[in-house]
Nanobody, 126 residues
Framework: QVQLVESGGGLVQAGGSLRLSCVVFGRTIRSCNMGWFRQAPGKEREFVASITWNGDSTLNANAEKGRFTISRTNNAKNTVYLQMNSLKPEDTAVYYC??????????????????WGQGTQVTVSS
């Protein structure tokens, strides 16, 4: 059984930083493309960032370019990270980690992903 467990969320002031982590259990992430999504209250889930299985290619949503960085470790840690800098109140949301079996899909689409974490809350105060 594959499980994704996120951590690192919390309350931070505007302009601050957080690093989210997502540990994958039951599957080596070397065979997965990974992504981060978020969902704010009353809004649809939206793409944040993705990274291919070998780390060669990353993708960021336009609003997060230059502020958010996705990375991964394909070793025993089996972990993907989201470094978030210069946080804004509009970044407040539940952040979800997702894993997709390696393939040719559009990693900005939630439907491409096969496994999801339970989410971690990020709250940015003004």
């Amino acid at each position: 059984q594959v499980q994704l467990v996120e951590s690192g969320g919390g309350l931070v002031q505007a302009g601050g930083s957080l690093r989210l982590s997502c540990v994958v259990f039951g599957r080596t992430i070397r065979s997965c493309n990974m992504g981060w999504f978020r969902q704010a209250p009353g809004k649809e889930r939206e793409f944040v960032a993705s990274i291919t299985w070998n780390g060669d290619s990353t993708l960021n949503a336009n609003a997060e370019k230059g502020r958010f960085t996705i990375s991964r470790t394909n070793n025993a840690k089996n972990t993907v990270y989201l470094q978030m800098n210069s946080l804004k109140p509009e970044d407040t949301a539940v952040y979800y980690c997702a894993a997709a079996d390696v393939g040719g899909g559009d990693l900005s689409r939630a439907s491409e992903y096969d496994y999801w974490g339970q989410g971690t809350q990020v709250t940015v105060s003004s």
